[in-house]
């Protein structure tokens, strides 16, 4: 094998513009490359401790149980889902993206009665219409998405916990997407667990998922988890359905690996550790509402910027995500060609689109390290010279002139 073709890598330099992946903080980075440290060095234990106090803050939660799954956010949705769930059990998906499909596949692998409502994409539920829903349905589990990025919406949440506590329901929620760039009370709300993830407006890399569980659900894991270790001990078999099929996953194993037991599990991926420390120390000392606020602001002057250029956006924009757009590719341009023409000649990634919306809109984000000024102007400056460049005129300088106007006008109010 001829070992110089494998140069060291040397990624090239870009401006992540879309749904995420985002460029990750530099902070994050450097806290990446720290040295490694023993699994049970008083050091490592420390930064897990310290995790779970950080994360707290970012879910606006007391909840004991808050910690990392290794794994992308898709390991966090999977490790609730797989622990909460027994076979048989009703669960409610609303469904208005991509996401909510993935919660029913991963809720039907775990073999639950999976039930969904759905909206067209493009908008959201109302909490009446999931309030019907669970009338009719009476599940054990609401399985909702925050913010789903394929298209682009945020579903209000805040109502959704004293709903469920009326009919002894179990709220989960993925907020993968959102956290950090929308409100997010995890307590307040009554959310019962929510899953994240780093590489949207936390501002990471991918690969670990911090995740909260509230007392009840703690309490529905470890019941399951007695049976399980009956099952272990003993030869009977009774109680099989009990038992969580994952050791991955298994959080009751989880929260003795994270609790001061320290039983051994998995070897906590502690790089991912220190970067997902430094995202959450990022969020906490800009303060969770100022870096909200960032996210609605530089998402408002993207919006001015696509609206100037005579672009139209997609789905309902009193409910959309503050870090993502999804602006409709006119006729007679090619979505692929533009992309490309803005990743080759500007460096600047934005989004393409799954299912039904494939083809027919980009997603433009602006969130994490990249919810800022200068990628906002750079993004809009960029998409106007490609389509103008490909015949879709507009008026040159507008789209920049109207974020300028947004971000003075917001400096000013
Ligand atoms: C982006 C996103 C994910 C990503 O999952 P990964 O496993 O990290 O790729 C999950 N859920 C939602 C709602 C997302 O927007």
Redesign the pocket.
Known sequence: MDITQFSQINPPQRMLMGP?PVNADPRVLRAMSSQLVGQYDPAMTQYMNEVMALYRGVFCTSNRWTMLIDG???AGIEAILVSAIRPGDKVLVPVFGR?GHLLCEIARRCRADVHTIEVPWGEVFTPDQIESAIKAIRPRMLLT?Q???STTMLQPLAELGEICRRYDVLFYT?A??SIGGNELKTDEWGVDAVSA?M??CLGGP?GTSPITLSARMEAEIRRRKCVEEGIRTSAHRKGDDEIIYSNYFDLGMVMDYWGPERLNHHTEATSALYGARECARLILQEGLNKGIARHKLHGDALLKGIQAMGLETFGDLNHKMNNVLAVVIPTGVDGEQVRSLMLNDFAIEIGTSFGPLHGKVWRIGSMGYNARKDCVMATLSALESVLNYLKFRSVQGAAMQAAWDHYHNQCVA
């Open positions: 995420g992308t956010s898709r996401f998405v913010g789903d990025t993925d993968t997407a993830g590489q949207k991918s």
